[in-house]
């Protein structure tokens, strides 16, 4: 056993600095369209009809995103100039629903440095759930912050869901948040979570969690990368501001598809 | 593979694939609409039960002689006489479910001292929704019988009456661990109903992102196998190969998993030279880090004990259930699509495709870890001889009907694709490896004992999303 001690510690610390510092490794993110300015109001209604996903609609001043309704399919970005939407590297996404904006739904203090996640796939596609456990590797290591992925919904105090909630889901998804103690709160992650993404609503699965659950912070992606999802659980526990209001920004998007090359 | 047709009548179309020779037969029968009782072939074709089931429920066709047919796919709480893939179904409605629906978990060991064990839906810490009743009167499970389809979201009938761009994005969604091996099987139908092949250089690109795409789900698996072991160290190395994979696929294409980067007809962006021989660079760093992990593994006798012997599945019960990727290669059956049926540019890269005999834990282990190697040498071969040109073709939309056939990282993957004169997508089918061996699943975990249950679950890593759909 003694040469995996001494691997592990020949591999040195691999950790984030984020949220003290913003991460900046190529590929951690793979970003999001951004409210765009255009000068004409072609552009913007070509845009529009380039999105599968109803997640562009044009403004006066050009474009903005539907963040929760983005799957990443990059029309938008790939189209032809000057119909192209500036692209955002960050990942700090998470938003606060309506739900949280009422005091007496907000974890308190308490929580932020000895947090307790289950997490919960109401049929998702595997990329969230890969991207959720990637919180446990070394790079992200939420144990540091204090968050910890439990087994049980009794030890819970957030319920970290993924997926559009199918129909065969609905009862243990309820069962295993009844099951939470109070305070608990609901992170949904993913397109799928938060609209039903490409799959709903439909006959087999809903259009989101939050038609069955009161959903406190939404995280936007498709998957959303772990540090979007790490974002979020900042967010529910009061150690990040949310995502800022989507505003349309002001590189134009030809400009954005020479920074991203 | 079922569909209904013009006439009106029901047609039948089997399509079997041997793993020998790699040959392909395709029957077809046809009968009246009103006629809903087909013979079952299951008793033949070992292979066929889970299809007619699962034909049974979303068709409402019977098949005459099957032992078990029912509920399946579709829970009880499901309408009844609801057949979602009939043409007269209508994919938008919502569904109120049955409330007077009771399920317990259907027991099937009678002796003194027998306990039931059920695991799921919701289990462990990053699970997806399953259930399984393990059924043992001690050390040994006795039965393991498995309940799926709690992810069921009707991909298929969802993707009707959709353009087939569109319906790539689901392609791409129902199993993203392995999007890019799906959505290339799907594109593959567009094209050949189209009689499109799409140039040279999206070909080479095509084997190269999805032996990227396979080298990046072997290392998750191969960490899903330290982890359910509890070995701390060899778990956080090999998910720091992950991540390093999950980066460079989105530093490769923009997306971590590799959304995004296929359209029917070629690849949505090119990707330059330079660029494709760094990532095969950083694909060799990888690798031997990888080849560390399995040289330390490979003496570490806490882990081996927990593997060799364990959860065994023969060649012969690999062959019978017609297992497919690395599953029956690690049973001997020297199956892979790349191989028996060559798409992309696999005809010309040197394809080692491993097999090992022993059929245990180990053996898929060593399988995962022998075809990482081969992928990265692949990538490397792929990116020393990218032929220069285009990356897409136009694809003109034309009525017809094709099957389109991977290697997705868990085995084969078939994708069966019917366009309309309007140029929609008419019908959708697809079988995924996770769909055919979780069928064989029992064969692995029964007889062995309770405790070494998720170690099997983990060495066999099957998708719960690409079986329900």
Known sequence: MTKWVVKGLRAGIKSTRYPDAMEGAPGASPGRPAPTRLDDERSAARLRDLCPTAAIAPTEAGVSILHERCVHCFRCLRGDAPAVVRWERDYEWAALERTAEDARRRLGRAFGRSLHIRFLD?????????????????YYNIHRLGFFITPTPRDADILLVAGP??????????KTF???PEPKRVVAIGACALTGGVFGPSFASAGGVG????????????????LAILHGLLVAVERKPPAPEARAGAMTGNQAKESFR | MVEERAGPAWSLDYIFHGPERGDWVHVRIQQAIDDRTVPSVSDIVHAADWHERETEDLFGLLFDGHPRLGEFVLHEDWPEGTNPMRKSFDARQRLEPRTDAHWEPPTVVEAPGVFAMPVGPVFSDFAEAAHFLLETVGED??????RFFYKYRGVEKIAEGQAPRDALLLAERFSGTAAFAHGLAFCQAVETIAGVEPPPRARMLRSLLAELERLRHHAAAIKGLCKSTALAVATSQAALIEEDLLRLSGVAVGHRYLFGALEPGGLALDIADASCRELAEEGQAILAR???LERMLEYTSSFLDRLEEVGIIGRRDAEDYGLVGPMARASGVPWDMRKTAPYAAYGALDLDAPTEAEGDGYARLRVLFREARASAAMIRQAADSLPAGPVSTPVAPRPGAALGVTEAPLGAAFHWLRIDARGLVERYRLTSPSFINWHGFHLATENFAFQDFPIILASLGLSNAECDR
């Open chain 1, 165 to 174: 909630l199918t129909d065969a889901m609905r009862l243990p998804l309820c």
């Open chain 1, 178 to 180: 009844e099951a939470m």
């Open chain 2, 290 to 292: 990888l080849a560390e």
């Open chain 1, 122 to 138: 109401a049929g998702a596609c595997g990329a969230c759930m890969s991207e959720a456990s990637q919180l446990n590797n070394p």
């Open chain 1, 211 to 226: 038609e069955f659950l009161p959903v406190d912070v939404v995280v936007p992606g498709c998957p959303p990368p772990p």
């Open chain 2, 141 to 146: 499970v006795i039965t393991a019988i498995p």
